[in-house]
Structures are given as C-alpha cells and as structure tokens.
C-alpha cells in the first residue's frame, strides 16, 4: 500500500480516479449477485400474478405484465387443488415433530451441556455426527420400516421421521443456550437442597425460552420444507404436506400449472425466508456444529 | 448432596424418593436423559442402515422384503450398469464444480459484503434469498425459467444478442448437466459467504496492518494472513457442504428426473429411481451405499475437528 507510505499520494488525480473505478466495480459486482441470487424470487412473483394469456403469449416481454395482475392462479390453488389440505397437514405433522423434537432434545441436550459423565462427549459428538446421514442413505429401509408399521402413505410416516435430523440439529444448538446459563445459578440452587431435576426444570429451562422457541422454529421449517422422504412415503394427494404438494400435483400429465405452481412457491416460501432470515446467525451455527461463534 | 436428599422427598412416597434419589446421581441422571434421543436415532438411523446393509447382500423387492442372501450379486449388477457409471462421475463432477464454483464466487461476495456500504442489510437479506427458501421450490422455480419454450433465461439471451435461439437447457446432456450445477451453486453460495464473511471478520485487523506495513499486496495477505486463520472454520462448513450437495438428489430429480436418458443422474437420484420407482430394494440400497465411504471420510474429519474444539 503505497497509499499509506506517501499520504500526499491521496489527493491525487490517480488516486481519485482508482476509488472511482474500485467503487464502479464493487456496485456492479454486487448488483449482479443480487439479481443472480433473486431473480428466480421475482419470476416467481411475476408468475403468480399474471393472466394466463400474458403468461404464455411468446410475442410479450416475460419480465413485464401486459394484462393487470390477476389473482385467478391464487385462487385456482386454494379452489381446485388440496392446498388448503396440506396446509393443514404441515400443520399436524410440524407440530407433531415439534413436540417429539422438544421432548427429546431438551433433556438430552441439557445434560450433554450442563454434566459429565463417562461417554458423554463421545455420546454428543455422536448426535451431531447424524445430522450428516442423508435421507438418501436411509429412504429405502425407511420405507420398509414405515410399512411394517402401517404407516404407508400417511403423513404420519413423516412425522416418525422427520425427529432423526431435526434431533441432532436441535440438540446442537439447544447444548449452546444451555451452556451460556452461568453454573454457579444452579450450584447455589443445589446447595440449597434442589434436585438436579428441579434445577432443570426451574432454574435453567426458564432462563432458555428463546432457545426452546428458536429451536422450535426449526423443527419445524426443517420439517416443513423437506422434499425427499415426504416424495418416498407419501403418494396420495390428500396426505401431502405444503412442499411436496407444490411441486407434484401441479402437474398433471404433462400440463404443467406454472401460474399456480409458483403461487404455492411463493406462499410457501415467504414465511421460511423470513424465519431464516431473522435466524440466519443461529442456523448457520446448528449447522456447523459452533464451528462458527 | 447426600445429606439434602430426605429432606427434600419428605412426604413423597419411599418409592418416589428411592428414584429422585438415584437421579441425583450424575451419572444415572445424564444416562437417563439422554436415552431418548440416543433410542430415537437408534431405532430410526442406526437400525435402518443395518436393514440397508442386508438389502445390498440380498434380493429384496418392494414386493418381496423377505429375501434370499445373494452375496455380491447386487453390486455385480450396479457396476455393471452403464447408468450407475455415469450417475457415480455425474456425482464427482457435480460436487467438485459445484464446491470450486462455491468457493471462488463465496470469497469474493464475502469480501463485497464485508464492505460498509448503504443498503447492507437489504441486500444481504436479498443475496441470502437461494438459501432461506426450500431446495424443491427453488428447484422448480429454475425449471420454469429453463422451460423449453417460455424460458425467460433464453428471452433474455435473445433480446441481448447472446444467441439466436438458446439451448434446451434441461432436455440435452451438457446444457442440463450446467443447470443442475448452475442451480446448485446459487442454492449454496449463501451459505458459503456467510461463513467465509464471519471467519474474515474475526481476523484481527491488526494483523492484517501489519501485514500491509510490510508491504503486502492483497494476495499474500488473503494466502499467508487469513487464510491460515479462517482456515478450521472454512474447513468445517467446506465439509458440511460437500456432505450434503454429494448426497443431495433434489436439484436432480425435479429438474430432470436424470434425463436425458439418464445422462444427468446422480448415484442419490438413480438409487431413488431404482429403488423406489423400480421397486428394486436391494439395487437401489447399494447404490445409495456408495455415498457411504465419501459421508465416513467426513465424519471423521469433522469428529476430529470438534474433539479438538472440546478439548479447548
């Protein structure tokens, strides 16, 4: 940095002349990142609301609408497709995995965070470590255990499911809001005569709300957005959840419903934008495991 | 603690306090609360794999569960099928380009959006888009911008002179086997900037200084100052990422379904295809199996990595 050596330098023509092209080049690089990462959110939108007759006359520019935006695609999702159904069965079965998922991690995740004892670092690296099995590894045994269990094509397969990866997940994170809740609280609580139990129950879970809440957040956008065992057991329209709903049964034969298709995409995606983009920070740390801080 | 026990269990049964007592042990208290989430991926990760791993030593049909012991047969069969071959070098080319392309775009976009500028938060919410919407509806928002007639990419490629028609991005070999790359670096590279942007931002800037004192151009600083400190994090994330996009068969499976004639399968959309769509359990369990040894290798790694990190 010659800059720095000759400060005089700085009021140059040169030099002015070199911020002007660093930051012409940065503005440009950065707006075709933007419309590389968001434009297929914005033909999404233009998707949803166009007329039928706009969307595919060839002679019309794409980008722009030539009939007023219309809200019959939306309408054609809510009326003549089972979106309200799976709308529902997101519901269920997300809630369903909430709870499992809170049940076991919280316990589980509070002991991995708070206790020592012989194996249990071993046992915590080894919940995480399952995170990494994909579904693709485990789809067909699934499938079979699913059956045997009178499952087939229900949603509720999914709910069964769906806790193998939003547990390691979880318990992940849960074990970093644990950890962040002083020692010396529950000490001097035992001292006082509380049980470990009590000292979990009263003292460190209250303190963890927003930590019990984000990672109910997750389980359930995890839940809500998976697409490859959902395709595996479920085929029946009406036990589908909001995804794979989405992506399959607005195309019949080879009619695709691309007005329609998007509006799910859209409805679909908002909300989980949103959640993770709140918790981006988090999420990223669930995943690498507090690689990152 | 011993001594707080009775007095605490006062006016509980003896039953009652015989079990809060031996929860107050550590030991029994950390096993018991743990057992449900180690039963859950028991029963449902590790039992599974063991049913996965007879399946590619037998003839298990969707029809016929109950099978034979066929020894190798079925991974005779999978190396001997020219689509597997090709679904195996799909995954490597897929995952390498994917991950360079991931990393040399990442490095840069963290360096953009490391830069105070206005406007910040909104474009990193709109730069973080591809990675906070599900896999599948990306996926199928770019297969209707790749569509075969109303492709907007290819409007676009016209009306700018680019080319006179545009490719049939999803119906022939290369321009498919682009897109699905294509699709799976704008999915990725969000989460590979974010990462990079909090590993250089916790480079000391002094170091950085220093470095410029001695007069360092950009390069040597970013190879000999942070990358050496960004390193284990980048290393970790690296790692996750790799996992995940060798054994993804989403972007696949709706943009192609492997087509054109199985030119653009992947070993986890083919297994998909053979096992489920087929029916064929034990063919389908061992090609997923060969994702197995890439997932060890990362594992392991990783497990190093965070032991390391406990000990801290």
């Keep these: 940095m010659a800059v720095l050596a000759h400060p005089r330098v700085a009021h140059s023509r040169a030099y002015q002349l070199r911020k002007l092209r660093g930051s012409i080049l940065f503005w440009a690089a950065l707006a075709l990142f933007i419309i590389f990462a968001s434009f297929p959110v914005y033909w999404m939108f233009v998707t949803t609301f166009k007329e039928v007759n706009d969307l595919y006359n060839l002679q019309n520019n794409p980008l722009l609408f030539h009939l007023p935006p219309t809200l019959d695609q ?37 002991v991995l965070a708070r206790t020592s004892f012989p194996g249990s670092s071993t046992l915590g690296i080894g919940i995480f470590l399952t995170y990494l099995v994909p579904p693709t590894l485990l789809f067909l045994p699934l499938s079979q255990l699913v059956a045997g269990l009178g499952l087939v094509n229900s949603k509720w397969s999914l709910a069964l499911v769906y806790p193998t990866f939003t547990i390691p ?94 509006a799910g995409a859209l409805i679909v995606s908002i909300p989980v934008a949103i959640v993770y983009n709140l918790f981006m920070d988090t999420f990223v740390r669930g995943i690498t495991g507090g690689a990152l801080k | 603690m011993a001594e707080a026990a009775p007095a605490r269990s006062f006016g509980i049964n003896r039953t009652g306090a015989r079990i809060g007592h031996l929860l107050d042990s550590e030991r ?53 099928d020219d689509i597997f071959r090709r679904a195996l070098l799909n995954t490597f080319v897929f995952t390498l380009s994917s991950q360079a392309l991931q990393m040399i775009l990442g490095t840069l976009l963290a360096f953009l959006l490391l830069r105070p500028f206005r406007g910040r938060r909104i474009a990193r919410a709109l730069i973080m888009l591809p990675f906070t919407i599900p896999v599948a509806i990306g996926a199928m928002a770019w297969t209707w911008m790749l569509n075969p007639t109303y492709s907007v990419i290819n409007w676009m490629g016209v009306h700018a002179g680019l080319f006179a028609q545009g490719p049939n991005w999803l119906g022939e070999e290369y321009p498919a086997m682009f897109s699905i790359i294509l699709v799976n670096v704008w999915r990725n590279l969000p989460f590979t900037a974010i990462v990079l942007t909090a ?20 390069w040597v600083k970013w190879r000999k100052v942070m990358t050496p ?84």
């Design chain 2, 229 to 312: 400190i960004i390193a284990p994090i980048l290393y970790i994330a690296l790692l996750f990422s790799l996992v995940f996009t060798f054994t993804d068969m989403t972007v696949v499976w709706l943009m192609t379904r492997g087509n054109p004639v199985g030119a653009t399968h992947v070993i986890a959309s083919y297994a998909f295809q053979t096992g489920v769509i087929a029916g064929s359990l034990g063919r389908g369990a061992t090609m997923s199996l060969f994702l197995f040894p890439v997932l060890l290798v990362g594992a392991f790694v990783i497990l190093r990595n965070l032991k390391a990190r406990t000990l801290d």
């Design chain 2, 28 to 80: 029994v208290f950390g096993y018991v609360l743990v057992a449900p989430a180690v039963a859950y991926i028991v029963l449902l990760v590790g039992y599974p794999f063991a049913i996965a791993l007879w399946f590619t030593v037998s003839n298990s049909t969707v029809a016929h569960p109950i099978s034979d012991f066929t020894g190798l047969r079925n991974l005779q069969g999978v190396l001997d």
């Design chain 2, 199 to 218: 590993g250089i931002s916790s480079v000391p800037q002094e170091l950085i200084e220093a470095a410029s004192l001695d007069g360092a151009n950009w």
């Design chain 1, 74 to 110: 939306v309408r054609y999702l809510f009326e003549r497709t089972n979106f309200a159904t799976w709308v529902e069965n997101t519901g269920e079965v997300g809630l369903a995995v909430v709870l499992i998922t809170v049940v076991v991690c919280v316990p589980a995740a509070y």
């Design chain 1, 169 to 262: 997940f979880c318990t992940w994170l849960l074990m970093g809001f644990f950890k962040s809740v002083p020692r010396e609280i529950t000490e001097a609580a035992r001292v006082d005569g509380c049980s470990r139990l009590g000292a979990m129950f009263r003292i460190v879970l209250p303190l963890s709300v927003p930590g019990v809440l984000t990672i109910c957040i997750f389980a359930f956008t995890l839940a809500m957005q998976e697409y490859v065992y959902a395709l595996t057991f479920v085929s029946s329209s009406d036990e589908k959840m909001i995804t794979l709903g989405v992506v399959t049964d607005l195309i019949r034969g080879d009619v695709f419903f691309w007005g329609s298709l998007m």
